[in-house]
């Protein structure tokens, strides 16, 4: 008969469990000051995104308050949040964006 060590019993204990890393969606929130422009150039700057994409997530987040602009793990979506959030601030738009845990 096979027996296993304590060392692989450790390991074996471990990858039972294992979660798959958190993601997170990134959301711009509207308001009624910040330039439609201005979102536009944030969506392709931070996000990646081409101009006929970020302008309908503007768009969608004009006419129904919120938007996806992306999903990442943790650390790279606090990072996008900032990022917007201090472009918005050096040039003194209200822009609001937030993190949520996707499934939560
Ligand atoms: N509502 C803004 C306007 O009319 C445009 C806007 C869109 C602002 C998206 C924020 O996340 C935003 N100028």
Do not use: W
Request: aromatic letters at 6%; one cysteine or more; a positive charge.
């Amino acid at each position: 008969m096979v027996t296993k060590n304590q060392d692989q019993l450790l390991v074996d204990k471990q990858k039972n469990k294992a979660k798959p890393p958190s993601l997170f969606n990134v959301i711009l929130l509207n308001d009624d000051y910040t330039p439609m422009e201005f979102v536009i150039q944030v969506l392709q700057k931070f996000f990646s995104l081409d101009m006929e994409t970020a302008t309908r997530i503007m768009l969608k987040v004009h006419t129904e308050g919120r938007g996806i602009c992306g999903t990442y793990p943790r650390d790279l979506a606090a990072t996008k949040v900032k990022k917007v959030l201090d472009f918005a601030k050096q040039n003194q738009h209200p822009l609001q964006c937030v993190m949520e845990e996707i499934g939560s």
